[in-house]
């Protein structure tokens, strides 16, 4: 009987209560000495998790060192965001160990997944099993992970793909417009597919405000993701005044 982990069901006992924001960070888009410093402030400001990782595949010592930096400087949950089976860091806490269920390359649906399961094991990192969902644009995941995005006008598309990912037991799901996406997952979609699954839908990609934030969560995510509106902010006190408006819309949607 596989049990669930620390993390897992850290998720789970705080969607119990409320909606819940992740940040992401890339490794290849942040140093550890700014990403150590985000992710405090994310931690101050009550932000729920860090996620490390990035498309293009940061790995090796690169992640280690960010890694690393986060967990001397926070006490959040550091959970991988992996773009291949190099994006492994020991020093992590778990793993979105994740099947890119609409790419038309195998790679990125069981090999990449495969070549990293021996990695998982023997570091000892929570996996937790998610059905990942590219729509569109996609912007460069979409591409990268040879991915034939979801139309943003067909939700259906989006339900039934989230709805086999939980029949194969997929314990979250994730809709991803892509980092840096002009806009986020349409609403209609993100209700659609929360009428048909039974698992926390994360949703990442294009949100950046506080309208933004609260009109996804309202539309039906238990779970946000913003990683590009936080990077790219002019200063930390941007970044700050970013995430404490994101997480007001975010806070604001009762269970």
Excluded: C
Aim: charged residues 25%; without cysteine; proline residues 5%.
């Amino acid at each position: 009987m596989v049990k669930i982990g620390k993390v897992e069901s850290y998720i789970h006992e705080k969607l119990e209560k409320e909606k819940l924001h992740f940040v992401l960070l890339d490794p290849d888009d942040v140093s550890p000495d700014l990403a150590s410093k985000l992710a405090q402030m994310s931690e101050e400001v009550g932000v729920d998790a860090i996620m490390v990782g990035g498309s293009t595949g940061a790995e090796g010592e690169v992640l280690d060192r960010v890694v690393r930096r986060i967990k001397e400087s926070s006490n959040l949950p550091v959970i991988l965001f992996p773009g291949s089976h190099g994006g492994i860091s020991k020093y992590a806490d778990a793993i979105f160990f994740m099947s890119l269920l609409n790419s038309t390359n195998p790679f990125f649906i069981t090999g990449a997944q495969a070549l990293g399961a021996f990695t998982v094991k023997r570091y000892g990192i929570e996996p937790i099993p998610m059905a990942y969902l590219i729509i569109e644009p996609g912007e460069t995941v979409g591409w990268v992970s040879d991915a034939k995005p979801i139309p943003r006008y067909k939700p259906k598309i989006a339900a039934a793909y989230a709805l086999a990912g939980q029949y194969m037991g997929m314990r979250l799901v994730y809709l991803e417009a892509g980092s840096g996406a002009p806009e986020h997952v349409p609403s209609e979609m993100i209700g659609l597919v929360k009428t048909v699954i039974e698992v926390p839908l994360i949703v990442g990609g294009g949100i950046r405000s506080y309208k933004d934030a609260k009109e996804v969560v309202k539309s039906g995510a238990d779970i946000i993701v913003t990683g590009t509106a936080i990077e790219k902010a002019g200063s930390l006190e941007e970044a700050r005044k970013r995430l404490e408006s994101i997480i007001r819309g975010v806070k604001e949607i009762k269970k």
